[in-house]
């Protein structure tokens, strides 16, 4: 799943992601930084989660428009 982070508070690690495909916002897991890139996060970041069992994002990793399967800009020359 690909969504923006919605908020994420580096004190305490809570965060809110909000999911592209459904507009749903998903919590995020307390340990869904670890072993990821991040060590933060930030409003309005785009990223690539997964949902558990508690329907909590983890398995945080970059996100971007190619991820979503949007077309690339293709020069065309005649």
Request: glycine content about 8%.
């Amino acid at each position: 799943m690909q969504g923006v982070v919605k908020s994420y508070d580096p004190i305490t690690r809570d965060g809110v992601i909000m999911c592209d495909s459904d507009l749903a916002d998903y919590d995020l897991a307390p340990d869904a930084l670890v072993g990821s890139v991040f060590r933060m996060l930030r409003p309005g970041q785009r990223v690539v989660f997964q949902l558990d069992d508690a329907s909590l994002a983890v398995g945080i990793s970059l996100g971007s428009e190619s991820d979503m399967g949007t077309p690339a800009w293709i020069d065309q020359i005649d």
